[in-house]
């Protein structure tokens, strides 16, 4: 097995990466991943048959893999024993101590084996002879770690995808092999433009904000924390009816049909939390790309709920996940969730929810107060527009894509086709409205941002329609609850834009977050784009 194998599987299997750096991984998880990367060494076999199988169909082509002469690994056991002892190493960042060593003593390898190297295996022969304190099974992991992640150091220097952000008394700088966004060749489409010089944070426009949601309701007044406002001020001022975010890690999207499954507790939040009670969202997969999410206690609470892509490493594409429908069970809100194919098609994917109580929105549904159809699938709100900052996403169970666009006196929402949709308006405040939460929010092309904390982010153009955000202090700086990010194209330009991967626990407080953007033919191209960040206060 070589280094680049196991690095290249790991950049394709999100929940598995994530389950290792956080000391979560069990054998299955561990077994997963050396199938994975049998299939990375056998690429380079030059087997035709496996050539011609598709290069996202993992099941099918770990399946030939396992029968091939050719393909398949020599000693399958080794190789997951090798996978065991090094992905610890090379998961985890060098500064993260606390969190590597948890990986590895809590991997499934209790003994060890013919796979360490030999100069770990002098080590602790030493060790087992000098005490029976010292010979337990946990030291000889340890031992084996640091020579592991040493060779890993020395033979993979680039293979962590995730690079420390600058420190913040750095300008912000675009390293290689990112071009600064300034300087891209070929230029960025007509129309938006991204810069990495930081955004202008601008004032909103006098005067209120009035709601065009039928169902959404409009806090009388809106608590915009301004940059720069103190921790307690936040905390002074009044909270939302409610609100709640959560992700899909650790393959909860792929779970069988009809089973109810919690989704991990270290990647949601609600504001129920507030009260007391101890209550979790949780969903249930109903067929190939359909799911149905509770989220408990806000049956009956008038909002705004935005579905979208998750980490979507591994799915290179222009996939997406979208909202079909919602709809409260006694206490608790339901909302049902499509995920779908570049072609249309449903798809089992991971996805990231966010329900909103407060503030101006809409929804629309073949109509709403103050929206004007201008065209096939090209929208005005009337009601809405100035200095802020509109998130939107498509509803309905046919795959579709919108974006927005925020002018002066109104907000233009374009969509590949005629299709329902949700959108969600602030100006200098989250898009939750709760000011004891830290949050931001970024309009790219027209270099606006707005963060709790004062903190404006650098955009990297990272290649074409490949963008990398990094915030410095937005982030949890006790890693979890992890937080959510939202994202969709914005600007005149007939654009896709979708979360790749966010990363806010290996660096914490620091975030980044990696997006990707596609033209309506589904190949990457350069866009403007609008990015909703939250988490728990």
């Known amino acids: ?301 008038s909002g705004t709920v935005h579905t979208a892509l998750s980490n979507g490493w591994g799915y290179p594409q222009a996939f997406s996940c979208q909202t079909e429908a919602t709809r409260s069970d006694g206490r608790d809100l339901l909302a049902d969730v499509a995920c779908f194919n570049p072609n249309g098609t449903r798809k089992n994917l991971p996805f990231a929810i966010v329900f909103v109580s407060d503030g101006p929105a809409v929804a629309y549904r073949g109509g709403a107060p103050g929206v004007a159809r201008t065209g096939t699938g090209q929208y005005e709100v009337t009601t809405l527009g100035g200095n802020g900052f509109a998130m939107v996403s498509p509803v309905g169970s046919a795959r579709a894509t919108c974006r927005s666009a925020v002018e002066a006196t109104r907000v233009r929402v374009s969509c590949d086709t005629d299709t329902s949709w949700n959108l969600t308006y602030t100006e200098n405040a989250a898009i939750h409205h709760d000011p004891s939460a830290m949050a931001a929010y970024l309009t790219t092309g027209i270099n606006r941002s707005w963060s709790s904390n004062g903190e404006t982010p650098s955009v990297t153009r990272t290649g074409t329609g490949q963008y990398d955000v990094r915030y410095q202090g937005i982030g949890n700086p006790k890693v979890y609850p992890a937080d959510a990010v939202l994202v969709s194209a914005s600007g005149p330009e007939p654009r896709y834009c979708r979360i790749w991967a966010w990363n806010g626990y290996s660096y914490p407080p620091g975030v980044l977050v990696q997006i990707r953007c596609y033209d309506q033919a589904g190949a990457a191209a350069d866009s403007s784009f609008a990015l909703a960040y939250v988490r728990s206060p």
């Open 1 to 301: 097995m070589t280094p680049e194998s196991l690095a290249a599987a790991l950049d394709t299997m999100p929940e598995q990466r994530q389950a290792i750096a956080d000391g979560m991984a069990t054998t299955e998880t561990y077994e997963a991943v050396a199938q994975r990367v049998a299939v990375f060494e056998a690429l380079n076999k030059s087997c035709t048959q496996l050539a011609e199988i598709g290069e996202e169909d993992w099941v099918v082509m770990q399946q030939h893999v396992l029968t091939c002469a050719l393909c398949k690994p020599a000693d399958p056991k080794r190789l997951r024993e090798r996978v065991e002892y090094l992905a610890p190493g090379l998961v985890a960042v060098p500064e993260d101590e606390e969190r590597r060593w948890l990986a590895f003593f809590q991997s499934p390898v209790r003994s060890v084996s013919d796979v360490v190297t030999k100069p770990v295996k002098a080590l602790t022969d030493l060790i087992t002879k000098n005490g029976p304190v010292l010979a337990d099974p946990h030291v000889w992991k340890a031992a084996a770690a640091v020579v592991g992640f040493v060779v890993f150091l020395l033979a993979m220097p680039s293979s962590e995808r995730v690079e420390p952000p600058p420190s913040r008394h750095e300008a912000q700088k675009i390293t290689e092999p990112a071009q600064t966004l300034l300087e891209a060749t070929p230029p960025l489409v007509a129309g938006p433009s991204v810069s990495t010089v930081p955004p202008t944070t601008e004032a909103p426009t006098p005067g209120p904000v009035v709601s065009t949601a039928p169902k959404a309701t409009t806090a009388g007044t809106t608590n915009a924390q301004q940059p720069g406002g103190s921790t307690e001020d936040r905390k002074r001022a009044a909270a939302p009816t409610g609100w709640a975010y959560a992700s899909t890690p650790y393959f909860a999207y792929d779970q069988p049909v009809g089973q109810q499954v919690e989704l991990h507790r270290q990647w949601q939040w609600g504001t129920w939390r507030r009260n007391g009670v101890e209550r979790y969202l949780s969903l249930v997969r109903k067929g190939e790309g359909a799911y149905e999410v509770r989220l408990p206690e806000l049956g009956g609470t």
